[in-house]
């Protein structure tokens, strides 16, 4: 069978709500979805970076419903509400609906040295913000035929991480919702996958580095935790979130993703 690459992976006439877009890995899927043909709704708390952001994707697509900024709190109810109306209003004419969960937080430190107050702040967003999208976008999936749902857990949903207690425990959840959504709306045309990166150099990772006692020990540390001996770059991560989002991907359900350079297959970090 010939194959025309160019068409590989591609978006058109898909609408995708990514979270968390304002920076980082989920401006960096927003761009990629829009470069392959996506109208990207990005949601985020941050309204300036957010519209920025927006800006410079409808600038570059050259197409002015090629991005369009949605301020966003997924842990709250109401705004989750009005995102998901949003999407649905302004996307007449998408035949695709996808949702990206990505927006996440975390901080370092034990079970006992953070405190139930910090799990709970780590799970609001992470766990129930995933949750209440896909509650409120599902249905319209379910009317269309057909839905893609990408949650960026962490490698630290896939193993434990010293001194990441709250953030391992809300990442396990994400994968566990993963796996059931995959199997409870997976014969009516939705897929729902995982990814789970290892550090990738973005705010959150450089806000670890200025948390640690020796910045500098700390950004070696991270970087040695991959064998490539470098942290991941938040493109990389987009363009699998791309494949995983794309028609290619319909019998990918269900499944995480790894991308953590050998951290998982057993390397020890010699900084
Ligand atoms: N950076 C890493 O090393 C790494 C590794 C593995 C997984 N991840 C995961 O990838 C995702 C993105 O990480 P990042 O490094 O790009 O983060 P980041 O801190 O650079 O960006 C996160 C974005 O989410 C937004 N956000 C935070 N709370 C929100 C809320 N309640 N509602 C809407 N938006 C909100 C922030 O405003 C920000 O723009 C997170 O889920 C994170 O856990 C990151």
Redesign the pocket.
Known sequence: MQHDSSQFFSLAGTAVLV??A?????RAIASRCAQAGASVFL????ENEGEKVADEIRRLAGSDSAAAFLR????SPESCDAAVLAVMEKSNGATRLALVN?????KAGTVVSLGAAELEREWR??VL?AWQLAERIIPHMLELGNGRIVN?A??GGVVGIPERAAYCTTKFAVVGLTKSIALDFGARGITCNAIC????L????EARIEEAADPEAARKLMNATQIAGRMVD?DEVAALAQYLLSTEAAMVNGSTYNIDSAWSAGHTPTA
Do not use: E, F
């Open positions: 979270t968390g304002a920076r980082g890995i989920g949601g985020d708390l941050d966003l709190d997924v842990t990505n927006a996440g937080i975390g967003v992470n913000g960026i962490s490698i990166p290892a550090r990738v973005t705010g959150m990772a938040p």
